[in-house]
């Protein structure tokens, strides 16, 4: 990952700062896109481009356009902008399903859109995404979020087969992820069993990076110890 430049959505949560420390360890120019604001100018090899919000396709436009004139290039991007909300359906609302579909699938599809013809440029261009074991079969009160991941899933592969040979396309498919607000909300389950952001980075890192340029089209389970 050395000097690769890599555009990271979602950059301020849990599982984006475990793969923004890891990216940094191994020596990454990132760009880190959020809906929060940016909470510190930009570094030589890092900068914040916040309150984005990537559902609309001119707000991707501009965090992967800023992304690519502060550094002249992108090599990765790295979708891990999203929400749970675990809600059954007979008794949820409408309103969550547009809101999921909105934060996990509109967000991974407009960041895509806009940073392909940079990553096809780079040459070795990465597009890794977040998607759920969850989302393979849904349970109770996963309707929701199922459907909103298993659009991601779907992007994956068809942007995977748009872009042979000139952009490798994957997604990540976690299981729970051991963060603390999964913690709060599940405090009797067997944490250990859970995958952490750390081990879940490192996948995603390798995908990004210029050794996975033999894997595309895949949707990779990472499920920690179950």
């Known amino acids: 990952m050395q000097d690769r430049v890599v555009a990271i ?4 949560g849990a599982l984006g700062r475990a793969v923004v420390a890891e990216a940094v ?4 120019r990132l760009a880190l896109i959020d809906h929060a604001g940016a909470r510190s100018a930009p570094r030589p090899n890092r900068i914040e481009i916040g309150g984005i919000d990537l559902a609309e396709p001119s ?6 356009e800023a992304a690519v004139t ?11 902008a999203g929400a749970f909300s675990f809600q059954t359906v007979s008794e949820g609302d409408t309103a969550t399903w547009e809101r999921l579909y909105r934060v996990n699938t509109l967000t991974a599809l407009n960041a895509s859109r806009a940073a392909i013809p940079h990553l096809i440029a780079s040459g070795s261009g990465r597009i890794v995404n977040i998607g759920a074991l969850g989302a393979l079969k849904a349970g109770i009160g996963m309707g929701a979020y199922a459907a909103s991941k298993s659009g991601v899933h779907r992007l994956t592969e068809a942007l995977a087969s748009e872009l042979k040979g000139k952009v490798t396309v994957n997604a990540v498919l976690p299981s729970t992820i051991d963060t603390p607000a999964n913690r709060r909300d599940m405090p009797k389950a067997d944490f250990s069993a859970w995958v952490s952001p750390e081990e879940l980075a490192s996948v995603i890192l390798f995908l990004a990076s210029t050794e996975a340029s033999a894997v595309t089209g895949t949707l990779i389970p990472v499920s920690g110890r179950v």
């Open 59 to 64: 707000e991707a436009n501009r965090a992967i």
């Open 9 to 12: 959505t979602g950059a301020s």
């Open 25 to 28: 360890e191994r020596g990454a």
């Open 70 to 80: 502060h550094y002249g290039r992108l090599d990765a991007l790295i979708n891990i």
